[in-house]
């Protein structure tokens, strides 16, 4: 039977990851679970939880060996698998997104770029493409592209999504403010820049 992992849970962990890097480009080969916390604004005791969920690490009175750590995580989030994105939509959050320079770092490559404006079509960003979006289907086989990444207008980011998943993608990144559908098999995480920006004018109407 499959292991059920809480959300929150997995969601910390890239948190994890990204932290144990800072730490391994400061110079540090061993942290605690206290100063991980500190870092993170987590307590000691659900880091050690998180961790425990997926086998032993660290070792006691001592801490965990960050480079250790940091592989270990990064494997359990698949970030070994090089993933291969294709941006459909490349307006300003699409060209952004094909110019992000941490995305190799992650083990992540933009390898395709979509389309229907025809001003854009056949040029490049960051060296890349522009194809026009009739071409999805036979461009995301051939570049065995895993995930596509949703950067249009709302009413179009449906379509775009059932494009994706009939070019066979593996996941589907939402950067559309709206809900789309897709089958269960392909997992869909969205992100509404909306909702962070509110959250933020909420506390700070609050001072």
Known sequence: MKKIISQATIDRLPLYFRMLRLAEEEG??????DELGRRLDITPEQIRKDLATFGQFGRKGIGYDVHELKDKI????????NWRLAIVGVGHLGGALANYVNFASLGFSVAALFDINKKIIGSEVNGIKVNAASQMK???AAKKIDIGVITVPVEEAQGVADQLVA???KGIWNFAPTKITVPPSVPLVNEDLSIG???LSYHMSQE
């Open 138 to 140: 036979r461009i995301i």
């Open 28 to 33: 540090l080969q061993i942290i605690s679970s």
């Open 197 to 199: 920006l509110s959250a």
């Open 167 to 169: 070019a066979g993608v």
């Open 74 to 81: 990064g494997n359990i989030l698949g970030l070994q698998n």
